[in-house]
T-cell receptor
Framework: QQQVKQSPQSLIVQKGGISIINCAYE??????FPWYQQFPGKGPALLIA?????SEKKEGRFTISFNKSAKQFSLHIMDSQPGDSATYFC???????????????FGRGTQLTVWP | KAGVTQTPRYLIKTRGQQVTLSCSPI?????VSWYQQTPGQGLQFLFE???????NKGNFPGRFSGRQFSNSRSEMNVSTLELGDSALYLC?????????????FGPGTRLTVT
């Protein structure tokens, strides 16, 4: 079954607006939550990540909000730009469990389009 | 520091053939994971190698295999190719150092099976 559920599937935002993508997970053993950005023809690029010991992490225009009790986390892109148009994936893993460190469970992706 | 490199970038094979894909991780990274990306199934974990040993394996048939060399470079092999194996195969490297969880992806190998 899908371990990480992502919504919406697609998102259209006007330039300068806020883009919000949401993810939910079931496995409470997950303890590392990264977001990846993928442009057509490229591999996913690590954007920002969070551990469950904090509720928010901000890097430039990108912010992750994390709600441990609700088992949800979201990506906020402030002042969205046309160059942000890409597919965004949330993921989760059990980072501190040595034998499964390499396994990321991905959401299905959100195709973001930012109109100029 | 150079990123993850994958070769070849594009590959066209016929059903029944086998294929080998190569991945060179970021210098100093000792863990390599492989993922398959398709429009229908999204990004799915294939396996992870660390110190030349397979540490974890996803739900793929035995036709999918891999190995890692002493210099951390990794290869994955798919035997008896099927049409459904057409996908973007991605390699990710990580340092596996304590409290360092980041995984960095290469550009992928686009495999088309005809």
């Amino acid at each position: 079954q899908q371990q990480v559920k992502q919504s919406p599937q697609s998102l259209i935002v006007q330039k300068g607006g806020i883009s919000i993508i949401n993810c939910a997970y079931e496995n409470t053993a997950f303890d590392y939550f990264p977001w990846y950005q993928q442009f057509p023809g490229k591999g996913p690029a690590l954007l920002i990540a969070i551990r469950p010991d904090v509720s928010e992490k901000k890097e430039g225009r990108f912010t992750i909000s994390f709600n441990k009790s609700a088992k949800q986390f979201s990506l906020h892109i402030m002042d969205s730009q046309p160059g942000d148009s890409a597919t965004y994936f949330c993921a989760a893993s059990r980072a501190d469990r040595g034998s499964t460190l390499g396994r990321l469970y991905f959401g299905r992706g959100t195709q973001l389009t930012v109109w100029p | 520091k150079a990123g993850v490199t994958q070769t070849p970038r594009y590959l066209i094979k016929t059903r029944g053939q086998q294929v080998t894909l190569s991945c060179s991780p970021i210098s100093g990274h000792r863990s390599v994971s492989w993922y398959q990306q398709t429009p229908g199934q999204g990004l799915q974990f294939l396996f992870e190698y660390f110190s030349e040993t397979q540490r974890n394996k996803g739900n793929f048939p035995g036709r999918f295999s891999g190995r890692q060399f002493s210099n951390s470079r990794s290869e994955m092999n798919v035997s008896t190719l099927e049409l459904g194996d057409s996908a973007l195969y991605l390699c990710a490297s990580s340092s596996r150092q304590p409290r360092s969880y980041e995984q960095y992806f290469g550009p992928g190998t686009r495999l088309t099976v005809t």
